[in-house]
């Protein structure tokens, strides 16, 4: 007799914290992030992940993000919540050679966006800190030092994705540190620890990002460290596969 039951995907569902490495500000909680990523049986991969920071104005965002087998961008939902007040919302879909996007925000209203690109899309940057680590499969161990990234598509060029949602188009710079043993809250892992070095385009230079990821292929974030004028620490508190 055949099921009525089907399952051909793979979940993981985990939380990351968000806390301050400032001085006086030590460890204090500042924000926090649950995602959840489904792993379809023919490769394609999405992430829903929803993210506060607390920091005034306070920031809250929901995301819905999908790839396909070979990891490129699909489609992606953004809304978005600043200082307690609706700030915009919109839907990106990455073709063969351009991205287009349909959104509303308090700030510019209606607004329909499609941008060229150079082939297909390679990433796109949703600021869930989760996607954060997604970036990293693009990094060719093989060889050594800073690689670029030349073309990412952004939602926003902010720093805390606070503005638009919009498409914004920058570059990515990252280099690999190396194999790691790593505890965090979550447990301890296999770990690749890597570094984004810049973001050329950005209207803003972000500051240093160290990020560590889990070495098993599928690019689960596990800790970050941005130093700067953010000092801010990141880690994996709770992982759940199933």
């Known amino acids: 007799m055949t099921s009525i039951l089907q ?18 500000r030590l460890g204090q909680e500042r924000g926090r992030e649950y995602f959840m990523i489904n792993l379809h049986s023919d490769g394609r991969r999405t992430c829903i992940a929803h993210c506060e920071i607390d920091d005034r104005p306070s920031v809250m965002r929901d995301i819905t993000y999908s790839i396909d087998e070979n990891w490129y961008p699909l489609d992606c939902f953004v809304r978005l919540t600043v200082n307690d007040r ?3 919302s ?3 879909r990455f073709g063969p050679d351009f991205g287009e996007c349909e959104t509303w925000t308090a700030v510019e209203g209606r607004v329909s966006q499609r941008m060229e690109t150079k082939g297909r899309l390679r990433t796109f940057q949703n600021h869930a800190i989760q996607c954060d680590a997604w970036h990293l499969r693009l990094y060719d161990r093989s060889r050594k030092g800073v690689q670029t990234v030349e073309e990412m598509l952004l939602s926003s060029p902010d720093h805390r994705g606070a503005t638009g949602p919009l498409y914004f188009r920058a570059g990515l710079c990252m280099d690999y540190v190396g194999e790691e043993k790593l505890t965090v809250g979550a447990g301890t892992f296999d770990a690749l620890h890597f570094k984004f070095v810049s973001a050329p385009g950005l209207p803003i230079e972000h500051p240093p990002y160290d990020i560590w990821c889990t070495a098993d292929g599928d690019f689960i974030f596990l800790k970050g460290v941005i130093g700067g004028y953010m000092q801010t620490y990141y880690e994996l508190a709770e992982l759940v596969r199933g």
Do not use: A, C, E, L
Request: a positive charge.
């Open 7 to 24: 399952r051909d995907h793979r979940s993981v569902r985990g939380t990351i914290r968000y806390t301050s490495n400032k001085p006086d």
């Open 86 to 88: 609706f700030m915009g």
């Open 90 to 92: 919109g839907w990106f």
